[in-house]
């Protein structure tokens, strides 16, 4: 029973993943969108669980892939997808959405032909799911108008999307957020610190601010 621990985790993550996008299909982005950020918790823990419990296995990275391509390739793109179609009525645009899955599906590929690393190439797929959710959650919560209309601009969405795909695939060496690997890195830790501060000042409109710093902090470490 104790090595299946972290495989329930990753299944129940990818339920989540599914759940999502049924909620998406339904024009419930709001719960669509949460689903995908509770996915994202379960999987930065599974790792941590499994490798806590020594039942790390390649059973399990694939796995862990195969969720991750549902939760946050698939689920956020058919997300973002309904949302320009249904909030934006711009189903031109939602068509750009294929690169999500299909550059995560590349990026996630090369993760599994990889060994084991302190670090990851390309921008990881929870990183990226986490800046797509950012837009219908921004719609649904951000009161300041001005504000609105900057990340409600569709030029802006798709440079957005095309950023973030090309980035998944690039060569940038990114840095993991693994519960048992934060205690001594002063990096992540800054990280962490930071994300909650600029959390707790702009609440889900902060979301892409998180992002563009865990990118300038993988391109230099500015704390070492």
Known sequence: MKKNIAHIITLTSLCLGV???????????????????????????DGS?????????????????????????????????????????????????????????????????????????????????????????????ENNTYVLNIFMNESLIAGLIIVISVLLISPLKTFNLRIDSLKHDKRKLFFIFISICVLYLFNFTGLPLIILIYILLSVKKLIK
């Open 19 to 45: 759940l999502s996008i049924i909620q998406s299909c339904y024009f419930n982005f709001k719960i669509s969108a949460y689903l995908i950020l509770i996915s994202l918790i379960l999987d930065g823990i």
């Open 49 to 141: 669980i499994a490798r806590y419990l020594n039942t790390s296995s390649n059973f399990g990275k694939q796995l862990d892939s195969l969720s991750d391509m549902i939760a946050f390739g698939l689920a956020p793109a058919i997300l973002l997808y309904n949302f320009l179609g249904h909030e934006l009525n711009n189903y031109t645009l939602s068509y750009l959405t294929l690169l999500i899955p299909i550059c995560s599906a590349l990026r996630l590929a090369n993760y599994n032909n990889d060994s084991v690393s302190e670090n990851f190439y390309g921008l990881t797929t929870p990183a990226s799911a986490l800046m797509f959710i950012s837009i219908p959650l921004i719609h649904e919560y």
